[in-house]
């Protein structure tokens, strides 16, 4: 995860975050969201978000291509 913290004029200071989650077990994927509750200030979160645990049934499949 890439952290940066800022100023917008008008808003105050602001984490910008970008990450890349990748797939994991879901007590994994539950302490990465915890992470973001860290930051003090309103945050930006960018990255690649369409990785999922195989076997976490409360996230949706991703959509599969056909070759």
Avoid at 3 to 22: D, K, M, S
Avoid at 40 to 63: E, Q, S, Y
């Amino acid at each position: 995860m890439n952290h940066l913290e800022t100023r917008i004029p008008g808003l105050g200071p602001v984490h910008v975050v970008n990450t890349h989650l990748a797939p994991s077990a879901p007590a994994i994927r539950v302490q990465e969201a915890q992470t973001f509750g860290l930051f003090k200030h309103p945050t930006i979160a960018m990255g690649d978000w369409n990785a999922r645990a195989t076997n976490d049934p409360a996230v949706p499949p991703t959509l599969e291509r056909s070759s």
